[in-house]
C-alpha cells in the first residue's frame, strides 16, 4: 500500500501555526496524530488510519487496525505477535536506511536503540528534512540497534525524562546491585518487575554480560516476546518458564522476571519473603518507586535522561524542535532560552506516561 | 562514601529487621577502618553533623542551575535534598572521586560555619547521585532510614558474637571511629577498658499481665507502681557536671531535652523513669510529650510552654557503685533516699500505689486517683507490679516484672480506604482508613495496619477486592454505604485534636481488635462517641 498511495485529502491540521512554513507539508498535527501530508500517512497514530508508520512495537506507538503498516520487520513482528496475524491489513518491511519513495517524500527507518526494531521516522521532500524519533535512547543496548543521529530541520523527540534530575546511572552498575543483593540474600527470591517488551530482555542480556548465567525464571508473560527477541539473534542464556518449573527451586532465590504489575499481584504470593525490584528510569525518584513498594529499585531506562536528550537534539542540528510527550516543559525552556530553538510541546495525550501503561520507562 | 551511601539506599528501602541486620553487618565486615566506625556512629546518631540548613543547600543550587529547571525539577521530585542530589552538574571528570567517609566526617567537624558552604559543595562535586543524596541527609540531620541505634549496635556485635547488651554495657567508653570497639568484637582484644562515666544501661523490661494472671501472684511480693503515659527514659550523671538522657533503645535524647539534660546533672547516679510534660505541678496529656518529642532541638519557648520532667522508678548505679545486682526493695530504698537529696522541679520519685490485695490492683488499674494517683490519675496507663527480690536485668526476663494497661478505648469504624502493604504484605491490602459517622456521612479517624492474623488478613483483602468502588495509585476505595461494607472494631490508647485530619482527631496507637463481620455500617459509631474520648487537654 505504501508504494502506491491514493490521492487522498489532507486530513484537518489542528495547528495552523505551521501551514505558513514549507515545512508544514512534511509534518502536521492531526487529532489522530502526526501526519506527513506531502507523503499521506500518519507516524503512530493514535486510532486506526489507512496508512501510518510505526516507529516500535510497544502498545502506545503501534496500534492495532491500520489497514497498511510500515516499520522495521522486527515491528512487525512484534505486532504481530502481540495482536496477532490480522491485526493491520497489510505490513511492508523497511530496512534501515534503505530509502523509500512515499507519495512527494522519501522515507528511511534509523535506528531509535529503544527496543528490538525501533526505528527514527526521517522524511525528506523538497530539500528538508524531518526525523521522528519516537522513544529512543542513545547508549549502547546488546538487544538492539544502536541509535543513530540523524540531521534535520525539525526534529521530533520524546520528553519522558525530560528534566535535569534524571541521568540515569550505567545500567551495569544497576545489575551490580542486583547481583550483590543476590549474593547477600541468596534465600530470597528475586523478583524483577520489567516491562515485557525490551526492558525484560534487556535486564537478562545485561544479567548475562554480568556472568550471571544461572537460570532465570520468566513469569508467563514474558515467554512469546523473549522468544521472539531469540529468534532475532539476541542470547538470552538459560531461561525457564516458572510455571513449568519446580516451584520449590524458584522459591529458593534466584531470579524471576516478571511485569512490573505482578509483583504486587496474587501471582506473588507463591514466593516466601521475595526482594522486589523493578527496573525503570522511574526509580531515579524516590517517590514514584516507595509508591510501588519496591524494595531494589534498579535505574534501568530504554530512554535518554536528560544529559542524552539534550545532545540528542543539539546533534540533529535541528531549527525546530517538536516534542510530543513527557517532560515537554522542561526541554522546550532549554531548547528556547539556551539553544534558541523554535521549540513548541506536541502534549500528545496518547502516548502514555510511562512509555506504556505498564512502566516501559 | 561510595559503599556507605549504597548502604543507607539499601536501608532505606528495606522493611525486614533480619534484612537490615544483615546490610549494615555485610558493610561493616568488609569495610575498613575508621569509615565503618564513622558509619556506626552515623547510624546510632553518636556522630551529629547535621548542621547545614535548608537555606544553605538552596542557595548553593542556585549557583549552579537554571531556576525555570530548578523549579520544574523540584516541583517534580517533592523533596529539596533529592532534588539537589539529582540535579546538582557533575563535572566532567571525577577523577578524586573516590571521597572516603573518613574524609567527609574529618572535613566536616573541622570546618568552620563560614567555610562550611564551600566544603558542602566540593564534597557534592566528587558523589554520584546516590552519595549525594546521602552526604545530604547526614548534613541536615534527616537520616529516617528506619534504623535505631539499638539495631545498628545488633549489627555490630553480629560480626563477631558480641550481643547488642554487651556492646551497650562498654558503649559509654569509646569514641568514633571505635577502632577498639571492633578489635573487641573482632576478638584482637579481650575487653574494653570502661570507667566510670555517662553510660547508657540496658533496660529491664516487662511482661504483658492478663487478668487471669493476676490472681497466681502473691501481691505481698510486688512493689504496685504506677505505669505513667510518657517515654520511658534513662538519665545518668557522672557528678561532674555532665549527663545525659537515653531513651529505651539507647538513642541520646540530651539534645531534645536540654532542660532535663542541664537540669538534672546533679548526682553521680544512673535512674530508670519516665520522662513527661509537667507544667504548673500537672502532667500534660501525651499529646504535649508529642510536640516536645517531635522538634530535635527546642526553642526557648517550648520548653518554657511544656517543660520537661523526669519520674523516676529505679536507681541502676549510685556514686560508681552498680546496684543492679540488688533486689528492687533495695534499689527502692537507695533512690528514696538519693530522691531526697535532688530539689530540681523537673525531677520527681515515682510514687508506689495504695494498693495491696489483688482487689485493690484491679481497682487501682480502673481509678488511680482513688489509689495514691490523685491529680496524676489521668496520666496514669497502667500499673507496673515489679517483684521485691527482683534484680535489674537487662531484656525481659519471665516472671519478674509486669505491666497491667488499662483497657484500650474502642469504636465500631467503618472501613473506607484500603492500601497495599510493603515487603511481605505487598500484595495485600493490608493498610486500612476507617471512619465513623458525621452528620449522615462517614468521615475518616484513623489508619490501622495491625492487630489481624494472616487468615484475617486474607479474607479482609478478598473483601476489598470485590468491593473497590475505585481506585487512586495503590489505594482502593471501598464500598462504605449504610448496608454493605465492613465494620472494625478499632481499639486505640488515646485520642487527641488535631487539625491534619478532616474529622479533627487523631488516635494513638490504633489497631484492629476485631472484624465485625456481623455488622452492618450504619451499626458503627458516631463522632460524638468519639469526642466524648478526648485526652483533657
Known amino acids: 500500500m505504501f508504494r502506491r498511495p491514493r490521492e487522498r485529502a489532507a486530513p484537518r491540521a489542528t495547528n495552523s501555526d505551521m501551514n505558513a512554513d514549507a515545512s508544514a507539508q512534511i509534518l502536521t498535527l492531526t487529532e489522530a496524530g502526526l501526519y506527513c501530508p506531502a507523503g499521506g500517512f500518519h507516524i503512530d497514530p493514535l486510532r486506526p488510519v489507512d496508512r501510518a508508520v510505526v516507529t516500535h512495537g510497544h502498545a502506545d506507538h503501534a496500534r492495532p487496525g491500520h489497514r497498511a503498516v510500515l516499520a522495521t520487520g522486527e515491528t512487525l513482528d512484534i505486532m504481530v505477535a502481540r495482536y496477532g496475524e490480522t491485526c493491520f491489513g497489510t505490513g511492508q518491511a523497511l530496512a534501515y536506511g534503505a530509502p523509500l519513495k512515499v507519495g512527494d517524500t522519501t522515507v528511511t527507518l534509523h535506528p531509535a536503540g529503544h527496543i528490538l526494531g525501533s526505528a527514527q521516522v526521517a522524511i525528506a521532500y523538497r530539500g528538508a528534512r524531518a526525523v521522528v524519533s519516537g522513544d529512543y535512547k542513545t547508549r549502547p543496548d546488546p538487544t538492539c540497534a544502536a541509535y543513530e543521529p540523524v540531521a534535520c530541520d525539525v526534529f521530533v523527540s520524546e520528553a519522558t525524562f525530560g528534566l535535569p534530575v534524571f541521568r540515569h546511572p550505567p545500567p551495569q552498575q544497576e545489575i551490580g546491585k542486583l547481583l550483590r543483593s543476590l549474593a547477600q540474600f541468596p534465600e530470597r527470591t528475586h523478583l524483577v518487575g520489567a516491562y515485557p517488551l525490551g526492558k525484560a530482555q534487556r535486564v537478562i542480556r545485561l544479567l548475562r554480560d554480568a556472568g550471571y548465567d544461572a537460570p532465570i525464571f520468566l513469569h508467563g508473560a514474558m515467554g512469546t516476546l523473549t522468544q521472539l527477541y531469540e529468534r532475532h539473534g539476541v542470547a538470552l542464556g538459560d531461561l525457564r518458564p516458572l510455571e513449568a518449573a519446580d516451584k520449590s527451586v524458584a522459591a529458593r532465590g534466584g531470579v524471576v522476571v516478571c511485569p512490573p504489575s505482578a509483583t504486587t499481584d496474587r501471582w506473588s504470593r507463591r514466593f516466601v519473603d521475595p526482594v522486589v525490584a523493578f527496573a525503570s528510569g522511574w526509580m531515579r525518584v524516590r517517590a514514584r518507586a516507595r509508591q510501588r513498594g519496591v524494595e531494589l529499585p534498579l535505574v534501568i531506562s530504554d530512554h535518554v535522561d536528560w544529559t542524552e536528550l539534550t545532545a540528542a537534539v543539539e546533534a540533529t542540528g535541528c531549527r525546530q524542535l517538536w516534542v510530543t510527550h513527557g517532560q515537554e516543559d522542561a526541554l522546550v525552556h532549554w531548547a528556547q532560552q539556551a539553544r534558541g530553538l523554535a521549540a513548541r510541546p506536541l502534549r500528545l495525550l496518547g502516548y502514555a506516561e510511562d512509555g506504556e501503561p505498564e512502566g516501559a520507562a | 562514601m561510595k559503599a556507605f551511601a549504597e548502604l543507607l539506599d539499601r536501608l532505606s528501602w528495606t522493611g525486614g529487621r533480619n534484612a537490615k541486620l544483615r546490610l549494615i553487618a555485610d558493610y561493616l565486615k568488609t569495610t575498613p577502618d575508621p569509615g565503618r566506625g564513622y558509619a556506626l556512629a552515623i547510624l546510632t546518631g553518636d556522630l551529629d553533623l547535621g548542621d547545614a540548613r535548608p537555606g544553605l543547600i538552596r542557595k548553593l543550587i542556585a549557583e549552579r542551575t537554571d531556576p525555570t529547571l530548578f523549579a520544574l525539577s523540584y516541583d517534580y521530585v517533592g523533596d529539596l535534598s533529592e532534588t539537589v542530589a539529582l540535579l546538582w552538574p557533575a563535572p566532567h571528570t571525577r577523577a578524586n572521586a573516590d571521597l572516603s567517609l573518613g574524609d567527609v566526617v574529618e572535613r566536616l567537624r573541622e570546618t568552620g560555619r563560614a567555610m562550611l558552604p564551600g566544603v558542602i559543595a566540593e564534597c557534592l562535586d566528587r558523589l554520584d547521585e546516590t552519595g549525594r543524596w546521602a552526604f545530604l541527609k547526614i548534613i541536615t540531620g534527616a537520616l529516617r532510614i528506619g534504623v535505631s541505634a539499638r539495631l545498628a549496635k545488633t549489627a555490630a556485635g553480629m560480626i563477631g558474637d558480641k550481643a547488642a547488651d554487651e556492646i551497650e554495657e562498654v558503649w559509654h567508653a569509646l569514641a568514633p571511629p571505635y577502632r577498639d570497639l571492633f578489635d573487641w568484637i ?235 502493604g510493603h515487603g511481605k504484605r505487598s500484595s495485600f491490602y493490608s493498610d486500612y482508613t476507617f471512619g465513623v459517622w458525621r452528620a449522615g456521612a462517614l468521615v475518616p479517624v484513623g489508619k490501622a495496619y495491625s492487630g489481624f492474623t494472616d487468615e484475617e488478613l486474607a479474607r479482609i483483602d478478598r473483601f476489598v477486592r470485590a468491593n473497590t468502588t475505585n481506585r487512586f495509585g495503590p489505594v482502593r476505595e471501598v464500598r462504605h454505604e449504610p448496608e454493605r461494607g465492613l465494620v472494625f472494631e478499632v481499639a486505640f490508647e488515646g485520642l487527641n485534636r488535631s487539625a491534619r485530619n478532616k474529622s479533627g482527631l487523631a488516635m494513638r496507637f490504633p489497631r484492629i481488635a476485631r472484624i465485625r463481620w456481623d455488622k452492618h455500617p450504619k451499626d458503627a459509631d458516631r463522632i460524638e462517641t468519639l469526642e466524648r474520648m478526648l485526652d483533657p487537654a
Not at chain 2, 533495695?330 to 515515682?350: D, K, M, N, Q, Y
Request: charged share 25%; hydrophobic share 45%.
Open chain 2, 186 to 420: 573482632e576478638g584482637r582484644i579481650d575487653a574494653i577498658a570502661t570507667k566510670d562515666a555517662i553510660a547508657f544501661r540496658p533496660p529491664m523490661l516487662a511482661h504483658p499481665l492478663e487478668r487471669e494472671d493476676l490472681a497466681a501472684l502473691d501481691p505481698a511480693d510486688f512493689a504496685v507502681e504506677w505505669k505513667w503515659d510518657g517515654v520511658r527514659a534513662q538519665i545518668v550523671s557522672d557528678g561532674r557536671g555532665g549527663a545525659a538522657l537515653y531513651s529505651r533503645t539507647g538513642e541520646n535524647m540530651s539534645r531534645a531535652f536540654p532542660d532535663l539534660a542541664q537540669g538534672l546533672c546533679v548526682g553521680h547516679a544512673a535512674l530508670d523513669g519516665e520522662v513527661l510534660v509537667v507544667r504548673a505541678g500537672a502532667i500534660l496529656p501525651f499529646s504535649a510529650l508529642q510536640q516536645r518529642l517531635n522538634r530535635k532541638t527546642p526553642g526557648v519557648k517550648l520548653m518554657a510552654d511544656l517543660p520537661g520532667h523526669f519520674r523516676a522508678y529505679d536507681i541502676l548505679s549510685l556514686d560508681g557503685e552498680d546496684l543492679r545486682a540488688l533486689p528492687l526493695s533495695a534499689r527502692r530504698a537507695r533512690l528514696e533516699e538519693f530522691a531526697r537529696t535532688i530539689a530540681a522541679p523537673c525531677f520527681s520519685l515515682s510514687p508506689l500505689t495504695d494498693a495491696r490485695t489483688h482487689a485493690q490492683i484491679a481497682a487501682a488499674r480502673m481509678n488511680p486517683a482513688a489509689f495514691g494517683a490523685g491529680a496524676d490519675g489521668p496520666a496514669v496507663e497502667g500499673l507496673m507490679l515489679k517483684r521485691w527480690d527482683s534484680p535489674y536485668l537487662p531484656g525481659r526476663p519471665r516472671g519478674l516484672w509486669w505491666k497491667w494497661k488499662r483497657d484500650p478505648f474502642e469504636v465500631d469504624a467503618v472501613l473506607m480506604y484500603a492500601q497495599r
